[in-house]
């Protein structure tokens, strides 16, 4: 039986019939299916959606969410139901107090001010790995906006746009330092549209070898000097070790000398890591392989600042490179 049959059992709106989520679900959901999750579901309403839940993931724990005591009757055994509002916040720091859900659909209230709020405080203890839905994204549009809305001083379709937005310029972005955006920014790692409703994917837990590790010897073996500039763009995009992201632009300057781009990159990596005078030169040696290109700015404007900054510092020696970006240059 498919999710949409299971769903027209039981006589929820996510099915074909109305809403039309559960065939999106049915290859969405598919990876959890046989695992031992915790399911929340904000809205309980009659009952339908927890037992196709409960029929459709047999190893879950699943909570239903809802303001209407009645609602404790659709308990069964795997199946609790909390009652409480989702703009409340320490009664959703109860519910997360000892449980950490793989998955969170919020088909509440329906109101923009509760929607984002309750994302707010419950994507961030969202296991790694899981799925975050809102669901009824059409009351947001058309006649029902306004009633919608709430307090919210954005609409949910801008407030998702707005995720969405900084996930398409994540590679050129970085993370702000810190609170809720910043966190937001580097976590979520999916907003999947559906008619209607939004998936929202967390990352994976990080492994514990980092990229530059892992990579390493494969790009050793690929010869292209292309993938250490892209590595060290992944080092300094995410406040990686600087040394080495020197070292790997070591490599690839050794790769293809006359490779201008890789000078330029080698340079700002020197300059990050604190040798100024090395970085100034090798930006030099950058502008003279560029030839007439060396007139365009990103070679003589990169260079105009290195100098502006070495003006701006008191006399003294220069810090000493560090002992990776040593060892990378007496083997290159």
């Known amino acids: 039986m498919t999710l949409d049959d299971l769903g027209i059992l039981h006589g929820t709106d996510k099915t074909s019939l109305f809403n039309d989520y559960l065939q999106a679900y049915e290859d969405i959901f598919s990876p959890f299916r046989d695992r031992a999750i915790t399911l929340w579901e904000i809205g309980v309403a009659e009952g339908g959606s927890l037992k196709v839940w409960s029929e459709y993931f047999p190893k879950a724990q699943i909570l239903g969410i809802d303001n209407n005591p009645q609602c404790k009757q659709y308990e069964s055994a795997r199946v609790q139901v909390a009652i409480g509002s989702q703009d409340d916040p320490e009664f959703l720091a109860d519910l997360f107090r000892d449980a950490t859900p ?16 309750t994302f707010d405080r419950l994507f961030p203890v969202l ?30 379709p801008e407030f998702i746009g707005a ?8 590679r050129i972005e970085a993370a702000d330092d810190g609170g809720l955006p910043g966190y937001l920014f580097r976590t979520i790692d999916r907003v999947q549209l559906i008619s209607g409703a939004v998936v929202i994917s967390k990352k994976q837990a990080p492994s514990p070898v ?17 993938n ?25 300057v050794a790769q293809d000398p006359g490779n201008p781009t890789y000078r330029l990159r080698l340079a700002d990596c020197l300059e990050r890591s604190g040798s100024l005078g090395e970085a100034i030169s090798v930006a030099e040696e950058a502008i003279k392989l560029a030839g007439d290109e060396g007139a365009a700015s990103p070679y003589r ?6 100098l502006r900054k070495r003006q701006s510092q008191p ?11 040593r060892h990378e240059r007496r083997q290159d």
Do not use: C
């Open 315 to 325: 006399p003294g020696p220069e810090p000493e490179a560090s002992h990776s970006a």
């Open 127 to 156: 296991a790694a790995g899981g799925l975050y839905v809102i669901e009824d994204l059409w009351l947001h549009a058309g006649n029902t906006a306004a009633q919608t809305r709430g307090r919210a001083a954005v609409t949910v």
């Open 228 to 252: 250490w500039y892209y590595l060290s763009t992944h080092i300094l995009h995410n406040r990686g070790p600087l040394d080495i992201a020197v070292a790997v632009m070591r490599k690839a």
């Open 163 to 170: 995720l969405a937005g900084r996930l398409m310029v994540r």
């Open 301 to 306: 404007d990169f260079l105009a600042s290195l």
């Open 210 to 226: 980092p990229l530059w590790e892992k990579a390493y010897p494969v790009i050793e073996k690929s010869g292209h000097p292309i």
């Open 102 to 117: 793989d998955i969170i659909i919020d088909d509440g209230s329906h109101r923009a001010d509760h929607i984002q709020f």
